[in-house]
């Protein structure tokens, strides 16, 4: 055991009962609660926080993803959001203290047909005129990126070109989980695992007040909701209906490469993409499963699928064994983009809707919302409040599902 | 490995079928026309429970059916129409 986790399990974590009231109890102890908790505490000084688990923190979404973080989304409010997150992230270990693994690796997004070269050519302007570093790249310099990669696709797919997306990057999902626990319990912030929130209370006007759970029922100026797929039924409780469908999202790792995979490989007309990680395994994900469930399930067929569109790509990876897969249940918006802020409901926010693309969005998310909440404003996410769907203004996001 | 019960053609693996979508529905407490029709736009009920869903098959028999399913366990169960 490492020095980090070490430190971590000498915390002070609370084991007795909870205050009977807070200033804000966050339902959820995933990065973007714990996130949002941490920085509600140490940039806005609200100490008076709980953070409440089902389970342990960072067993949710946090610890089933593909820790990628990446910032080439495809509407303008998209692109500056997810680049201030991926900025914070570069600095998270400076500001917490605690080494996340970051690794900046780059991000090859390949086109297998004309239309989707025309795509990638209009992600690369796009994003670099909002400010992240992408550029369209050709075959030749895609194949010294990635010498591994089968440029001719198998006479199937070959690859015409691709937007290379220098600043992405990758870190480890339960370090930044830890990291954010960490510097929240420091800062004064009251952390409760295996602790299931059954309800909330509500007051005569309809606005939430507290969550009961079974150490008794918390008080609450605000309640936030950062819970992963279970999100509606939550919202439920507080009369509130979103616009988010529940899907399951699986990822595997191989055994162990030996040599060295230096960016992450996705694909627009394949979609999949491929990561190593620090311990040479190859992490290949795809696009989430068609129908919407809570059950939390890897299936043949997906593993057969994605494991065949990557060794299309990456014929190394045939010689290599599945070793462990796993299966998140993503909350995906209508429109594709998360929503963040208050709700119709007094007393009740939430954070959702960040269906596959929530890891990288965890810095960033916590600290405009803990903004919102203190200071009553936060352009970065201003497009991304529940309001916009009565106001009829989508941001429809076409570069965020999966990996298209 | 799942399996989808159709009506034509019995018991079948899920990846001969096509997702149809569950019935949109929206809440009588909601009266406002305007608000109705931004919820049929928009909303989800995304229920954590049973369901009443459409399946395609497509590689099989090639036609539409109703299915019940739990969204928890995947268990598809007997629909009464």
New interface residues.
């Given amino acids: 055991m490492n020095e980090f986790v070490e430190t971590l399990l000498d915390l002070p974590w609370q084991s007795g009962d909870p205050k009977p009231a807070y200033d804000v109890v966050i339902i959820g102890a995933g990065g973007h609660g714990l996130a949002t908790a941490y920085y509600l505490a140490t940039r806005h000084g609200i100490t008076n926080v709980c953070v409440l688990d089902a389970s342990f923190i960072g067993s949710g979404n946090s610890g089933r993803n593909t820790t990628i973080i990446r910032s080439n989304y495809g509407i303008p409010e998209s692109v500056r959001f997810y680049q201030h997150s991926l900025e914070m992230y570069q600095r998270l270990e400076d500001e917490t203290g605690c080494w996340i693994m970051h690794s900046t690796k780059g991000q090859i997004w390949m086109a297998h047909s004309v239309m989707t070269a025309r795509t990638e050519q209009t992600r690369a302007l796009m994003n670099s005129a909002c400010g992240a570093k992408t550029d369209y790249i050709g075959p030749d310099e895609i194949k010294r990126l990635c010498p591994q990669l089968d440029i001719t696709g198998g006479g199937r797919y070959p690859v015409h070109g691709a937007s290379y997306h220098h600043e992405g990057a990758t870190a480890r999902h339960d370090r930044v989980v830890w990291a954010y626990a960490q510097g929240a319990l420091r800062a004064g912030v009251h952390v409760f695992q295996h602790t299931p929130v059954s309800g909330l209370t509500r007051g005569a006007d309809g606005r939430v007040t507290g969550v009961i759970t079974p150490k008794g029922t918390i008080s609450a100026g605000t309640v936030i909701s950062a819970v992963g797929g279970?999100v509606?039924?939550v919202a439920g409780w507080a009369?509130v209906?979103?616009?988010?469908?529940?899907h399951p999202l699986q990822a595997f790792v191989t055994n162990a490469y030996a040599q060295h995979f230096a960016p992450i490989v996705s694909s627009n007309d394949l979609v999949f993409y491929v990561s190593q990680t620090p311990r040479g395994q190859m992490l290949i994900g795809a696009e989430y499963d068609?129908?919407?469930?809570?059950?939390q399930?890897t299936?043949?067929?997906y593993l057969q699928s994605c494991a065949k569109k990557a060794v299309t790509m990456l014929p190394f990876l045939g010689k290599l064994r599945i070793l462990r897969s796993w299966t998140g249940i993503c909350d995906i918006s209508?429109?594709f983009s998360p929503i963040l802020g208050p709700t119709t409901t007094d007393g009740f926010w939430i954070s959702t809707g960040w269906g596959t693309w929530g890891f990288k969005a965890i810095p960033a998310a916590g600290e405009q919302l803990a903004q919102l909440l203190a200071t009553g404003s936060a352009p970065l996410i201003e497009p991304f409040g529940l309001s916009r769907?009565?106001n009829?203004v989508?941001m429809a996001d076409p570069s965020s599902a999966g990996t298209r | 490995m799942l399996w989808v019960n159709c009506p034509n053609c019995g018991k079948r693996p899920f990846e001969e079928f096509r997702y149809g979508n569950v019935f949109p529905t929206t809440p009588e407490s909601i009266t406002d026309p305007d608000a109705r029709n931004v919820d049929f736009a928009w909303m989800q009920d995304n229920i954590e429970g049973e369901i009443l869903e459409r399946w395609f098959h497509e590689s099989g028999c090639r036609r539409w059916h109703t299915a019940r399913r739990n969204t928890t366990t995947d268990a598809w169960l007997p629909v009464d129409d």
């Fill in positions: 279970r509606s039924t009369d209906r979103l616009p988010i469908r529940t068609a129908f919407a469930s809570y059950r399930a299936t043949f067929s209508t429109d769907f009565a009829e989508a």
